[in-house]
């Protein structure tokens, strides 16, 4: 059985730094993407970042590129996002994400996690 359990969302001021990672169970890392996506009230889910497990090459959307940094922690199975810099725009949902095969900025993922809020105040 899979799982996905985000953690470490929170409330911070605009400029400010948070870290949430992504314990996975489960899946087989030989061949296998993660991604972060982030859901705002009344938009669309977005891509955010993503990682390949093999190669570690990673892949960022423009507007977090320089302020968010993906990585993995194989020992422990898990993804994180460090957050910096952080704006008001980039307050969402943001969700841990898995499939096999490549990334994709597309939201064509076979496993979520369930998400957690992470909201920045002006």
């Known amino acids: 059985q899979v799982q996905l359990v985000e953690s470490g969302g929170g409330l911070v001021q605009t400029g400010g730094s948070l870290r949430l990672s992504c314990a996975a169970s489960?899946?087989?890392?030989?061949?296998?993407?993660m991604a972060w996506f982030r859901q705002a009230p009344g938009k669309e889910r977005e891509f955010v970042a993503g990682?390949?497990?093999?190669?570690?090459?990673?892949y960022y959307a423009d507007s977090v590129k320089g302020r968010f940094t993906i990585s993995r922690d194989n020992a422990k199975n898990s993804v994180s996002l460090q957050m910096n810099s952080l704006k008001p725009e980039d307050t969402a949902i943001y969700y841990c994400a898995a499939r096999t095969g490549v990334v994709l900025a597309t939201p064509k993922y076979d496993y979520w996690g369930q998400g957690t809020q992470v909201t920045v105040s002006s």
């Open positions: 990682i390949r497990w093999s190669s570690g090459t990673t």
């Open positions: 489960g899946l087989s890392s030989g061949n296998l993407a």
